[in-house]
């Protein structure tokens, strides 16, 4: 039996292959299937089909990803994921997903960012909750066991190889023991552990990388943190809920606090259309030499468009702000700033198989690391879901099937059960919540959009006091469930998570792409490495492959005019 962690499009897609391939799945996920996180995703999903430009092609596809990762893709992951790209779709559109089309019936295809063609295909504004949709349906069809509202704990292994998990039902507490020849993590990445950010909230709070992690796995580039250049503000609660990038892509104007339209400074050409990454850095610039909103923002504004071109072209973003903040933004502006968006590193895994350092267990989605390098092209996460959901599930049935026989260990399962034992008897006076947002605090304000040699070691001597606390905390499930236990685990990976992502960022003495460094702001050629975290190694360097020629001479400047920067 395989076990899959996490029921977005990666966890879901990997279940749907060992099922079709007649292998025995469990998925399991904190929270429903139906509204996992990549129904958030809005843009489009990537594959060189050429429907639209005839002179596209795979090759072209990798091309650009290297590009854009500032160097610091696999080159192999990518060609795994621009050559697999088409069949993704194929599968898709096999399950019954319903692509926007041509009137000629073929697929349409956008362009999206740094791509040299249209190769983002898409339903509507909505193409990650279709993806979900479709997933779940065909899951259904295939009879896929999911169990909704288990929160997995700690993986078991025994002698560097992984036997199961165990974990807990967040409504009531019962207890799981799973079984299974292999591992699938697909849980997310880490982007929670900042204040503002597009995930929801209780999700991707580095959950993937603590059971890897604590497993004997380890952390690839986990300082890559794309932050998205438009997350509200306000309310509290809704805080880094993204605008999509299409306002800046139908003609949105970005202001600061004194009017003036500041992208000008930064990137005169492109302006509003430049990469996320620039968007990004220059909003933080201006709040940060004090030209920001009084919340600490900028203004984002639309209502100089035709109120009918934001109906039809930004109905999404129109009901959000009406909803959170019963604002019209046909009349008014929206105020946003920079919001941590997508883990671009992850748990460290073999291009060819997403296999991980412990036997039997792999890694996929955001919870992985290879493709993005230093700054995800948009549309690229989708699909990377697809193709290593299929590749890693055949991988992981071909590992099951070679096992004669599967030693366990009881030692594993007593010590999962004493940590959960453990957190439910404590009964001390820190607060998990307010551990919690200590931990987001430190990271916005030590390793945002823009850090320092001075900000990551203040981060980290913070870190070590929050960990301090946290050994006095207090947990309290009551009627309404045992979210608190959970909040105690979320804690745990925070922590966890953050501590490499400061130890990389401290690592990483230079800017590229998302990694922005005040006291080194030029590239140094001498990082072109990826940084492998670990407890017991820290951070180390491990080099990346050479770019095969036919991709390299591909290789060049794209513009975005005209593009969305997403």
Request: proline share 4%; aromatic share 6%.
């Amino acid at each position: 039996m395989v076990l899959v962690i996490g029921t977005g499009g990666a966890g879901l897609r990997a279940a749907i292959e060992l099922a079709e391939a007649g292998v025995d799945v469990l998925a399991v996920g904190k929270r429903p299937k139906e509204d996992a996180h990549t129904a958030l995703a809005a843009g489009g999903i990537n594959a060189a089909l050429a429907t639209m430009d005839p002179g596209d092609s795979w090759q072209q596809h990798a091309a650009d990803t290297l590009k854009e990762s500032y160097l610091l893709a696999d080159p192999h992951t990518v060609e795994i994921v621009t050559q697999g790209a088409a069949r993704g779709i194929d599968d898709l559109e096999r399950y019954g997903m319903a692509f926007a089309r041509e009137e000629d019936g073929r697929i349409s295809q956008r362009f999206f960012g740094a791509h040299k063609f249209r190769r983002t295909a898409f339903a509507g504004d909505y193409t990650g909750l279709e993806i979900q949709r479709t997933l779940v349906g065909r899951a259904g069809q295939l009879g896929v066991p999911v169990l909704d509202s288990v929160y997995i704990t700690r993986l078991l292994v025994h002698d560097g190889a992984v036997f199961g998990a165990y974990g807990f039902d967040l409504t009531n507490g019962k207890r799981y023991l799973i079984h299974a020849d292999a591992v699938i993590l697909a849980a997310g990445g880490h982007t929670r552990i900042w204040r503002r950010t597009s995930s929801r909230r209780d999700e991707n709070t580095g959950d993937s990388f603590r059971l890897a992690v604590e497993a004997g796995a380890r952390l690839r580039d986990p300082e890559l943190v794309q932050f998205h250049p438009s997350g509200i503000i306000e309310p509290e609660n809704a805080a880094g809920t993204l605008v999509s990038e299409a306002a800046r892509g139908e003609g949105g104007i970005l202001r600061n606090a004194l009017g003036e339209r500041y992208m000008s400074r930064y990137d005169p050409e492109r302006m509003e259309l430049s990469t996320r990454d620039r968007v990004a850095l220059a909003s933080y610039t201006e709040i940060k030499e004090g030209r920001g909103t009084p919340n600490g923002g900028v203004w984002l504004d639309v209502s100089h468009l035709p109120r009918q071109t934001i109906m039809n072209r930004l109905p999404r973003v129109y009901q959000t702000l009406l909803d959170l903040q019963m604002l019209d933004i046909t009349r008014n502006p929206i105020e946003v700033a920079p919001t941590a968006h997508y883990s671009m590193g992850g748990v460290w895994v073999r291009p060819e198989d997403h296999s991980t350092d412990v036997r039997g267990l792999y890694a996929i989605g955001e919870a992985s690391s290879g493709l993005h390098g230093a700054n995800r092209l948009g549309g690229n996460s989708l699909i990377e879901l697809l193709v290593f959901g299929r590749i890693t599930a055949q991988a992981a049935a071909a590992y099951s099937e070679s096992l004669t026989a599967q030693p366990r260990s009881a030692a594993a399962v007593a010590a999962a059960r004493a940590e959960v034992d453990g957190l439910l008897a404590a009964d001390g006076q820190e607060n998990v919540r307010a551990l919690q947002r200590a931990i987001r605090n430190t990271m916005t304000e030590h390793a945002g959009v823009v850090r320092d040699e001075e900000g990551l070691r203040a981060g980290l001597a913070e870190l070590s006091a929050i960990e301090k606390r946290m050994d006095d905390i207090g947990v309290h499930p009551d009627i309404a469930g045992y979210q608190d236990l959970a909040h105690a685990f979320d804690l745990k990976a925070a922590a966890l998570a953050a501590r490499a992502t400061l130890e990389a960022a401290l690592e990483r003495r230079e800017t590229r792409g998302c990694h922005n460094r005040s006291d080194y702001p030029d590239m140094d050629p001498a990082l072109q490495v990826n940084l492998v975290w670990s407890p017991a190694t820290g951070v180390t360097r491990e080099p990346i492959a050479s770019i095969p020629e036919d991709i390299s001479s591909l290789m060049q400047e794209v513009s975005t005019e005209g593009k969305l920067a997403e």
